[in-house]
């Protein structure tokens, strides 16, 4: 199920780059972005709109793109990381993280700790440079940014691969 949020980019893309997936998620971030885009216009009553949207739309969907795939690349660094320090980990412990979500509420937090990463990122590219050649005010620049960290995060980070091969790809 997906929701309005930018959570169409679980972990298991960077093994699949590139593929025809990427066909899928790019419309799919793209058409979310552009629609928190608009609702929060809409609710801060911006002026014109649609010249919001075009000067702000590729940047924010780049950077938002880049974002997530930041984050995941970092989780996997952590995933890799923790398997070279298994010897002095607990190999319980490093299953647990690593495991699917439902199984062990460690990696259900490693997963949620990757949407953070994902939503600071997309929070930082887009307040600093994802609303240059708009007319927003920095406060303005700063709510938008915010809409988009917390709706956009990559959430899909925290569902177990096996839950979605199962589910979307079967």
Known sequence: MLTLANIFFPT????AIPSYLWLIMLPVNFLIDSLVLLIWAKVKKIQKIGDFWKSSIVRVWCFGFVSDLLAAFILCLFY?????LSDWLSLTFIDDLFGQAMIGWGSFLYGLFGALIGGCLIYSLDRRWGFRKTTLSLLQQKSVALWLAILTAPWLLAIPTELLYNNLLA
């Open 80 to 84: 890799f990381g923790g398997y070279a």
């Open 12 to 15: 298991w893309m960077l093994g």
